[in-house]
T-cell receptor, first 115, second 116 residues
Framework: AQSVAQPEDQVNVAEGNPLTVKCTYSVSGNPYLFWYVQYPNRGLQFLLK??????LVKGSYGFEAEFNKSQTSFHLKKPSALVSDSALYFC?????????????FGSGTRLQVQP | DTGVSQDPRHKITKRGQNVTFRCDPISEHNRLYWYRQTLGQGPEFLTY????????KSRLLSDRFSAERPKGSFSTLEIQRTEQGDSAMYLC??????????????FGPGTRLTVT
């Protein structure tokens, strides 16, 4: 069965500093990996995805993520955090080995950027 | 592009009543998904449609839950004989079948259900 772990409930970072939000996954086949962000009272917004190719993928709002197959990780990163990045971040995986379309989400990591 | 819309945004119902939610996907998207999200958790998959065909159902989708997408456009999710454990945010998402946006699911704002 596919699963996602986000080991940190909350990440605190000062504005202007780099940020990392961690994600590890477990699948039987090859993974499709996604990051979504949820702002208060708003729906989930797509940030970026990894399907194949370059292990470093770039997405919206200056975010990027690095796919590491050996460590089964897909950590979200940003070189310089903004206060407006404060939100709830979800990692998700689709297991291509099953042929299913369902995404499995992690439990989320709350990012707090302090001014 | 008006995005994915869901109606109603909030629903309060008494235990044992039936409720129905509607989702209108992005117009050119042929794939539609329903998820459920409870406080402090990530969304959990419920079911998936490609056009009007319901192709996947989670074991979370008990026999009290039914979803339809009769013309391959909007979808409805009905919960019969609601229970307090059904209280959650119900999310709808849609995606394209191919192209550069393959598998990118775009979510609506959700319907928050409270069962009293």
């Amino acid at each position: 069965a596919q699963s996602v772990a986000q080991p940190e409930d909350q990440v605190n970072v000062a504005e202007g500093n780099p940020l990392t939000v961690k994600c590890t996954y477990s699948v039987s086949g090859n993974p499709y990996l996604f990051w979504y962000v949820q702002y208060p009272n708003r729906g989930l917004q797509f940030l970026l995805k990894y399907i194949t190719g370059d292990n470093l993928v770039k997405g919206s709002y200056g975010f990027e993520a690095e796919f590491n197959k050996s460590q089964t990780s897909f950590h979200l990163k940003k070189p310089s955090a903004l206060v407006s990045d404060s939100a709830l971040y979800f990692c998700a995986v689709r297991d291509m080995g099953t042929g299913r379309r369902a995404l499995t989400f992690g439990s989320g990591t709350r990012l707090q950027v302090q001014p | 592009d008006t995005g994915v819309s869901q109606d109603p945004r909030h629903k309060i119902t008494k235990r044992g009543q039936n409720v129905t939610f509607r989702c209108d996907p992005i117009s050119e998207h042929n794939r539609l998904y329903w998820y459920r999200q409870t406080l402090g958790q990530g969304p959990e998959f419920l079911t998936y449609f490609q056009n009007e065909a319901q192709l996947e159902k989670s074991r979370l989708l008990s026999d009290r839950f039914s979803a339809e997408r009769p013309k391959g456009s909007f979808s409805t999710l009905e919960i019969q004989r609601t229970e307090q454990g059904d209280s959650a945010m119900y999310l709808c998402a849609s995606s394209l079948e191919g192209g550069t946006h393959l598998d990118e699911q775009y979510f609506g704002p959700g319907t928050r259900l409270t069962v009293t």
